[in-house]
């Protein structure tokens, strides 16, 4: 079920009716990245480097191939940064266009299904911000277990895998579910989802693809719930609230 959900998610990723949704999500992604390698850049410019060079008053010359160094380490250092960041930006653009992806899966793929109830535009920013503070602070931890030998891959894969699968689900779900009965759902299935959410933070770690993290997640967690729904008949889908 899972692996069927996520086969599905790849192929819709490049299918002609989420092209529009394809270039968005890339577009947005690059556009924060770039964003922010420019201003963390700025940031060390600004604060880190006077105080290395405070701290090493007496080399003479700083345009050489010491500055060199310094430079391709702090390069290094943001592009790792950066990297870290990747799940709090799929945090921040899966709100924006989930919708989008659910109701071309709806309709392609189930289209003897009542379609979704797109999620209102407030409701959505609400919840996209809530979701990207969980998942700095999920990832300000898992980036404190980097430090521990033996723990720090599998932090990064439970922290981003519980939270993104969770998250994900529950913004598919609530497409016809009141926000308190996703996440009843959601909880009944937890290891299910947090599977899930294991092959989403597992494309997360794939570097330039991972830029797709956030319409593939959508994708697969449409999919899921649509799967897990006709599995369960205790929690039958209700007619959209309008």
């Known amino acids: 079920m899972i692996?069927?959900?996520?086969?599905?998610?790849?192929?819709?990723?490049?299918?002609?009716?989420?092209?529009?949704?394809f270039w968005k999500t890339l577009g947005l992604t690059f556009l924060i990245l770039i964003g922010l390698w420019f201003g963390l850049r700025e940031l060390f410019a600004l604060y880190l480097w006077p105080w290395f060079a405070a701290f090493f008053p007496d080399v003479p010359d700083w345009t050489g191939?010491?500055?060199?160094?310094?430079?391709?380490?702090?390069?290094?250092?943001?592009?790792?940064?950066?990297?870290?960041?990747?799940?709090?930006?799929?945090?921040?653009?899966?709100?924006?266009?989930?919708?989008?992806?659910?109701?071309?899966?709806?309709?392609?793929?189930?289209?003897?299904?009542m379609p979704g109830r797109e999620m209102p535009l407030g409701q959505a920013i609400l919840g996209s911000i809530q979701f990207l503070g969980i998942v700095i602070i999920g990832n300000i931890i898992a980036l404190l277990l980097?430090?521990?030998?033996?723990?720090?891959?599998?932090?990064?894969?439970?922290?981003?895998?519980?939270?993104?699968?969770?998250?994900?689900?529950?913004?598919?779900?609530?497409?016809?579910?009141?926000?308190?009965?996703?996440?009843?759902?959601?909880?009944?299935?937890?290891?299910?989802?947090?599977?899930?959410?294991?092959?989403?933070?597992?494309?997360?770690?794939i570097p330039f693809i991972n830029l797709l993290t956030p319409l593939f997640a959508a994708g697969l967690m449409v999919h899921l719930h649509k799967k897990v729904s006709k599995r369960d008949p205790s929690f039958r889908l209700q007619t959209p609230i309008t």
Request: charged share 15%; hydrophobic share 60%.
């Open 3 to 21: 692996l069927d959900a996520a086969r599905l998610s790849l192929i819709n990723l490049f299918a002609p009716e989420t092209r529009s949704a």
């Open 65 to 113: 191939w010491l500055t060199l160094f310094a430079a391709i380490a702090a390069g290094i250092g943001l592009a790792l940064v950066l990297a870290l960041l990747i799940a709090p930006i799929t945090a921040l653009i899966a709100g924006l266009f989930l919708d989008d992806v659910a109701a071309v899966i709806e309709k392609r793929d189930y289209p003897d299904d």
């Open 146 to 205: 980097l430090f521990i030998p033996g723990v720090n891959l599998i932090a990064f894969f439970l922290v981003n895998g519980y939270l993104l699968g969770r998250e994900f689900f529950e913004f598919a779900a609530m497409r016809f579910r009141a926000p308190a009965e996703a996440r009843a759902f959601r909880s009944k299935h937890s290891s299910t989802v947090f599977v899930a959410g294991l092959l989403i933070a597992g494309f997360l770690a």
